[in-house]
């Protein structure tokens, strides 16, 4: 899977869910691809989809950030990019291992799709729109607000808040 796909389908997915967690799960995204790369440079060879490809890795993390401790929510929002990238990855011929014991690599739905083939980005628009349309339809339908986003200048101008309060929170977009 191109990186470019990688981080359009972890970025929408996470703006779904909350639009605080996308840069995070942008980086989190490529994370398996360019922590081989570290490693490697490191002195360590490693194998491409190996020890930073396992599902279950990620699934730990995210449980961890989840249950145990988290800064602000990025460990999770990391992880969940990361895991995108598994699911991605686990499309293509090649597959990916699922836990620390596999020992041949799984594919989802018949594993069918090659890297940088158009199948990826085709993968990659259609959750792109999908997640698009779910921000906007939950959106409430007759103020705009979309729930994710406080709008701090708009409820000053109504009096919800005070000016005050407007001040300290206007460069708070999430
Ligand atoms: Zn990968």
Redesign the pocket.
């Known amino acids: 899977?191109r990186w470019f796909n990688?981080v359009a389908v972890a970025g929408s997915i996470a703006a779904v869910i909350d639009p605080g967690m996308v840069p995070l799960a942008m980086l989190g995204s490529t994370a398996?691809?360019w922590m081989e790369w570290i490693g490697s440079t490191a002195g360590r060879k490693v194998k491409?989809?190996t020890v930073?490809?396992v599902l279950l890795t990620w699934l730990t993390a995210a449980a961890f950030f989840l249950l145990v401790w988290d800064f602000r929510g990025w460990g999770v929002a990391f992880a969940v990019g990361a895991i995108c990238?598994?699911l991605?990855?686990s499309l293509t011929v090649t597959g990916?291992p699922v836990s620390w014991w596999s020992d041949r690599r799984t594919t989802l739905l018949g594993g069918r799709m090659r890297t940088g083939g158009m199948g990826e980005y085709i993968l990659s628009g259609v959750v792109v729109l999908a997640c698009g349309l779910a921000v906007f339809m939950f959106r409430a339908p007759d103020t705009g607000f979309v729930p994710f986003f406080r709008n701090w200048p708009e409820l000053y101008r109504e009096g919800i808040v005070d000016g005050a309060e407007w001040r300290a929170h206007r460069f708070e977009w999430f």
Request: aromatic fraction near 8%; avoid cysteine; proline fraction near 8%.
């Open positions: 899977m990688h398996p691809d491409h989809r930073t490809h990238h598994w991605q990855d990916v």
